[in-house]
T-cell receptor
Framework: AQSVTQPDIHITVSEGASLELRCNYSYGATPYLFWYVQSPGQGLQLLLKYFSGDTLVQGIKGFEAEFKRSQSSFNLRKPSVHWSDAAEYFCAVGAGGNQFYFGTGTSLTVIP | DTAVSQTPKYLVTQMGNDKSIKCEQNLGHDTMYWYKQDSKKFLKIMFSYNNKELIINETVPNRFSPKSPDKAHLNLHINSLELGDSAVYFC???????????FGNGTRLTVT
């Protein structure tokens, strides 16, 4: 069965520090992978997506993610976090037929 | 211009009432969705329509009834509201297949 796991419920980082949010997926075929960000009171906004090709994908707001098939992972990274990055982050896998599976989210707190 | 807009943003009502949430997208997408986000931020698909045709109908009480008058609109009607229906409801749209979802800003429903 398809599933997405985000092991970290909550992460706190200092402003300017690097960030890595973990995502593991379970899917039988080649996955379509996404990261979304949700700011308080807002809907989810697409940060980046992986469909095929280069396994390191660049997204908006300075985020990148690396697809590692051998580890079934799609971790999100940012070299230097800004206070405005504080939000909820969701990893998702597209399973075809307009069916998407979301992780339970990682809440990011940024301290000055 | 707002891509996916849903109204109202907040909805407070009493148990047993009937309420509707409206959603419109101006992206020309073929597929629209309703997701429910609970208090723990978990996102659960409820319904999906492709070109006015229901394609995903998850295990949702039949008190919830979606209606799509055209491919740009997907409304959600809820009968006999219960306390457990309190959540944030997100409308989203996408092109076919695994194209990324575009979300509205959500409707926070509170049932008292």
């Amino acid at each position: 069965a398809q599933s997405v796991t985000q092991p970290d419920i909550h992460i706190t980082v200092s402003e300017g520090a690097s960030l890595e949010l973990r995502c593991n997926y379970s899917y039988g075929a080649t996955p379509y992978l996404f990261w979304y960000v949700q700011s308080p009171g807002q809907g989810l906004q697409l940060l980046l997506k992986y469909f095929s090709g280069d396994t390191l994908v660049q997204g908006i707001k300075g985020f990148e993610a690396e697809f590692k098939r051998s580890q079934s992972s799609f971790n999100l990274r940012k070299p230097s976090v800004h206070w405005s990055d504080a939000a909820e982050y969701f990893c998702a896998v597209g399973a075809g037929g307009n069916q998407f599976y979301f992780g339970t989210g990682t809440s990011l707190t940024v301290i000055p | 211009d707002t891509a996916v807009s849903q109204t109202p943003k907040y909805l407070v009502t009493q148990m047993g009432n009937d309420k509707s949430i409206k959603c419109e997208q101006n992206l020309g997408h073929d597929t629209m969705y309703w997701y429910k986000q609970d208090s723990k931020k978990f996102l659960k698909i409820m319904f999906s329509y492709n070109n006015k045709e229901l394609i995903i109908n998850e295990t949702v009480p039949n008190r919830f009834s979606p209606k799509s008058p055209d491919k740009a609109h997907l409304n959600l009607h809820i009968n006999s509201l219960e306390l457990g229906d309190s959540a944030v409801y997100f409308c989203a749209s996408s092109q076919k297949g695994n194209s990324p979802l575009h979300f509205g800003n959500g409707t926070r429903l509170t049932v008292t």
